[in-house]
C-alpha cells in the first residue's frame, strides 16, 4: 500500500507563490522517484519536477527558474515551491512515487487545484 496525499493548492494571483506538500506513507521501499505532474483542462498530464533517491533533479522547461523541488531528510514528503506563478501554470497537481518493477508502476495522489487568475 502506497499513500500520496498532497497539500498547498488553492487561488493565487499572477507573480504570486505556492507551496506544494506531499506526504508518503504505507509500502514505499525501493521508490526511485517522487515528482509532481500536473494535468489542465484539455491537456495531457505532464511532468513538472521529479527529485530521485540520489537527490538528482529535472524540470518541466515551463517551469524552470520557477519552480523547485525538495524533499525531507526522511524522503518520505517532497515538496514543490512555486514562484512567480503564471495562469498557464493552472491545473490539477498530481504527487507520483515510482517504484522500481519490471514495468515501473507509479501511484498517484488525489491531485490539488492550483489555480493562478487575477
Given at each position: ?93 498530481y504527487c ?23
Open positions: 500500500q502506497v499513500q500520496l496525499v498532497e497539500s498547498g493548492g488553492g487561488v493565487v494571483q499572477p507573480g504570486g507563490s505556492l507551496r506544494l506538500s506531499c506526504a508518503a506513507s504505507g509500502f514505499i521501499s525501493n521508490y526511485i522517484t517522487m515528482g509532481w505532474y500536473r494535468q489542465a483542462p484539455g491537456k495531457q498530464r505532464e511532468l513538472v519536477a521529479a527529485i530521485t533517491l540520489g537527490d538528482s533533479t529535472n524540470y518541466a522547461d515551463s517551469v524552470k527558474g520557477r519552480f523547485a523541488i525538495s524533499r525531507d531528510n526522511t524522503k518520505d514528503t517532497v515538496y514543490l515551491q512555486m514562484n512567480s506563478l503564471k495562469p498557464e501554470d493552472t491545473a490539477v497537481y507520483n512515487l515510482r517504484k522500481m518493477a519490471i514495468v515501473p508502476a507509479d501511484y498517484w495522489g488525489q491531485g490539488t487545484q492550483v489555480t493562478v487568475s487575477s
